[in-house]
């Protein structure tokens, strides 16, 4: 099952990175721009989850969430706010008006991405999978463990998450770049060596006294979890 996560946004590269990251996280997504519009759009289908920015043509997102709260079928959509920096009172009244949650512009990409799966978790639990396996590797995102033929790995918070990260998507290979927007955050600055280096870590934690490596490494282009892996083994 795909959660479906629609966006209502008028910043256009904003909605883009939060596109980008939530299909690469397996979601189907779907933008609007406006208030009103997606109002009207949400008379005719229900999402799973609404990020809904603040200020926005149309109506705005706190007029939009409270109308949402008064109708039967979107009484309980999860939604969470963008709002932006220093609207300590606004957020509490956002908040008061229905919101599940909020985030602060600018926020760092992983972290949204991990609120959203929460509210997911508690509110959608069936859509949300929790354990990803692959080939003998076992790696559960709720208790942050890792088994690998059901045997316990010991994995620091970066290598976890880059092992999550290159999981969700077998085969698929991600620039060193794109690793480092998906796993550290676009706004840290962080060089790209970095996950070279990170990688090394997680592949001697992974492949200890072992033969098969799940991680390939792709000249000239990057990392990717070894589909290879998923099937062979
Ligand atoms: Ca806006």
Same mark, same amino acid.
């Given at each position: 099952m795909t959660p479906r996560v629609m966006i209502v946004e008028d910043e256009e590269a904003l909605s883009l990175l939060l596109r980008y990251n939530l299909e690469a996280e397996g979601y189907s997504v779907e933008v609007v721009p406006r208030g009103d519009d997606a109002e009207t759009r949400l008379r005719e289908t229900v999402? /799973? &989850? *609404? !990020? &809904? /920015?603040? %200020? *926005?043509?149309?109506?705005?997102?706190? $007029? =939009?969430? +409270? +109308? =949402? +709260?008064a109708r039967d079928v979107t009484r309980t959509l999860p939604v969470i706010m963008l709002t932006a920096r220093g609207e300590e009172q606004e957020r509490i009244r956002g908040l008061a008006t229905g919101a599940d949650d909020y985030v602060v512009k600018p926020f760092s990409v992983p972290e949204l991405m991990a609120r959203v799966r929460a509210i997911l978790r508690r509110s959608r639990p069936e859509v949300i999978a929790s354990l990803l396996r692959a080939g003998d590797i076992e790696l559960d995102r709720e208790t942050h463990r890792v088994r690998r033929s059901g045997r316990e790995l +010991? !994995?620091?918070?970066? $290598?976890?998450? =880059? *092992?999550?990260? !290159? %999981?969700?998507?077998?085969?698929r290979v991600f620039s060193r770049e794109q690793l480092l927007d998906g796993v550290w955050g676009r706004d840290v600055y962080v /060089? $790209?060596?970095?996950v070279d280096v990170h990688i090394g870590r997680l592949r001697k934690a992974v492949n200890r006294g072992r033969t098969k490596d799940p991680i390939r490494t792709v000249r000239g282009a990057g990392y990717a979890f070894d589909d290879?892996?998923?099937t062979v083994n």
């Amino acid at each position: 099952m795909t959660p479906r996560v629609m966006i209502v946004e008028d910043e256009e590269a904003l909605s883009l990175l939060l596109r980008y990251n939530l299909e690469a996280e397996g979601y189907s997504v779907e933008v609007v721009p406006r208030g009103d519009d997606a109002e009207t759009r949400l008379r005719e289908t229900v999402p /799973d &989850l *609404l !990020l &809904l /920015d603040w %200020m *926005l043509p149309g109506i705005s997102g706190i $007029e =939009l969430c +409270r +109308r =949402l +709260r008064a109708r039967d079928v979107t009484r309980t959509l999860p939604v969470i706010m963008l709002t932006a920096r220093g609207e300590e009172q606004e957020r509490i009244r956002g908040l008061a008006t229905g919101a599940d949650d909020y985030v602060v512009k600018p926020f760092s990409v992983p972290e949204l991405m991990a609120r959203v799966r929460a509210i997911l978790r508690r509110s959608r639990p069936e859509v949300i999978a929790s354990l990803l396996r692959a080939g003998d590797i076992e790696l559960d995102r709720e208790t942050h463990r890792v088994r690998r033929s059901g045997r316990e790995l +010991r !994995l620091g918070p970066t $290598e976890f998450r =880059l *092992l999550e990260f !290159l %999981m969700k998507s077998p085969g698929r290979v991600f620039s060193r770049e794109q690793l480092l927007d998906g796993v550290w955050g676009r706004d840290v600055y962080v /060089d $790209e060596r970095t996950v070279d280096v990170h990688i090394g870590r997680l592949r001697k934690a992974v492949n200890r006294g072992r033969t098969k490596d799940p991680i390939r490494t792709v000249r000239g282009a990057g990392y990717a979890f070894d589909d290879q892996f998923v099937t062979v083994n």
